[in-house]
Structures are given as C-alpha cells and as structure tokens.
C-alpha cells in the first residue's frame, strides 16, 4: 500500500503546505517541533479538516476538498499509536487487545491474534492490567490494539518520546519488526536523528511546514543540506554485515569491503545491520593516519562542503561503506586544502557508536550500497 499526501493548512501565523508519497515499510516525518508533522498525522486520521488538500491510501481516497470528498475517521481503518498508550485502565491487556479487534472489517483468527502477540512480545502480559506495565509494555499493548483492528495504515505520533533510554531501547526492535513484516504503510512521527536512522524507509524532512528533501533515510541524513534539527543532529547511515565477535568485546562489521568496529553486538556473523555515524564524532585527515587510538579510518572522496552559520561546516564524503559525515571547524578545512575531489580519510572511534545507533537494515536493504 501507499500513502499519497497533499495538504495546505494555515494555524495563524503558520502555513503549511506539503505533498509526499508513503511506501510502505515506516516513512517518518523528520523536523523540529512545530515544523506541521503532527498536523499532517491528525488530517490523515480525520482528526483535523485542513484547508486544501488530498490524501488516498492506494485507490481509497480518505479526503479531496477539491471534490468536497470526506471519508469520517471511523470508516479510514487508521491505527493511531500516541506518545502515551491510552490503554483503557479498567480492562486487561487481553480485552485492550480485542477492543482493537472489534474495529476491524471481521474479526482476526485466534492465529492471526497470536502472531500479533508474538511479534510483540506480550504473551507473558494478558491478563495484567495497565497500571502493572512499564511504558514500553503499555506501548507494545497500544500497537498490538491498532494492528488488531487491520488498519489499512498505522500512525505513530513520537511514540517513543514519553520513554526514557531504557524502555526506547526494549520498544525499537518491535518497530523494527512492524517496519519488516506488517504489510502496511506505517507513517512514524520523530525529531530524533537516531530513531530515525534506525526505524526509516523513508524520511519526509519538514521544515516550518515544507517538505525539504524525502526519500531513503541513508540518501536524506547523509545529505548536508538536511539539518532540520541542526548540524549537531547531522550524520550518515550505513548498510553492514557482522563479520565477526572478538574476544576483546567488538564486533567486527563489513560495511561494503571495509571493517568497521562497534561496541559488542549481540548478532550473529551474516546478520545484516544499519549503523548511524553522527558527523560530530568523525574527524578528518588527508593522509591515513597511524598511532591513533580510533580504530575505524574509512577512505574517501569530498563530493560536497557546506558552510554553517557559525564557524563549523559539513562535509559530505562518498567512501565504500558509503555516504559519511563529518563536521569540522572552517579553519581545519582551511589547513586541510578541502575542496570537492579531495581524498581525506574519516576516522571514527568504535565506542562511539551506541547501542541506539543500530538497527536491522529493513527489507531490501543490501550492504555496501548506500
């Protein structure tokens, strides 16, 4: 299924106007606060009329203000996860679960319900109430609701944002799983880079209500020009394989011919992996550095360098693992000579990477071609 998107809507002083196309798999909405993402998840809901526009799931078109055509929100069959789980207090996690089921067209299989609850992981929790789950379990119930209803598309409104670190990294490899095996668009709302990196198919960066730039998420993060969170947030995206564990507590990955060393992670070798690199944490040299305590240093070729407003720049290597970034000050590209063509060498310290920063490649993702 896809998710066509064309919207104009005015709140005062702020206009939005955005069109984009959702595969599926998980297309987030990538911006700051107040950029129009999460007005564009309630008029896909029904939960906001906007001015103009149109919005059709595949064939079925939810509104068109041109045709003066509005679908009511309980006829679009849209799953809608929030920040919070919502799940109704006086009810078990089972019946949360089966109220979700009666808003499907016919009811789901007991079979169908199971692999709902294995993929989720809550078997162990269906006869707990609310108030005896973590966030993450609340939120894994509030996904488990919305898939029980078949939508014909899910929404996820910065789900994971009410999480602290732990119970974010306990509910992403569940998205992940919904990204790889759910057969429906999901459109995931975020302003964090490493989510991002992490969940996307497909990223539509917005900005003060337009769309700047949208497509796969190594393509968007890895280009300079899309800072919507700033340049800090910045960083590339890279396709690799395990190789192998060493004894010393790295994992040894291959990303397009080139070793990369991580943090310990717990996969097996052939298990394929995508990895954020934040471009702050990579530094520059023109010639392969030795004696340095970093043990990754990728060679590479600047295509492009963009000035900030301050004194830091970014710039854009294309190296055999892929597209990365770097963030420097303008005088070390000064004494670096750098200009687009240059051959310079990333380097990157393993222990940089955190365990948020990787995640399963998604579908079709093959190492080495990003």
Known sequence: MTLSVSLQHRFGSFDLDACFEAPAGITVLFGRSGSGKTTIVNAVAGLLRPDAGRVAVDDLVLFDTGRRHWLPPHRRRIGYIFQEGRLFPHLSVRQNLHYGARFSPRRPTHAEAGRVVEMLGIGALLERRPGALSGG?????????????????????????????????????????????????????????????????????????????????AEVLADPAVTPLGARAAGAVLSAQVVRQHDDGLTELDAGGTPLFIPRLNAAPGTQVRVRIAAHEVILSRQRPEGLSALNIIAGQVQEIRAGDGPGMLVSLDTPAGRVLARITRRSAAALELAPGAICHAVMKSVAVAPEDIGGPGRNETPGLR
């Open 137 to 217: 379990e609340k939120q894994r119930v509030a996904i488990g609701r919305a898939l029980l209803s078949s939508p014909r598309m899910l929404l996820a409104d910065e789900p994971l944002a009410a999480l602290d670190e732990a119970r974010k990294s306990e509910i992403l490899p569940y998205f992940e799983r919904l990204r790889d095996e759910a057969e429906v668009p999901i459109l995931f709302v975020s302003h964090s880079a490493a989510e991002v990196a992490r969940l996307a198919t497909t990223v539509v960066a917005l900005e003060n209500g337009r769309v700047t730039r949208q497509g796969p998420a």
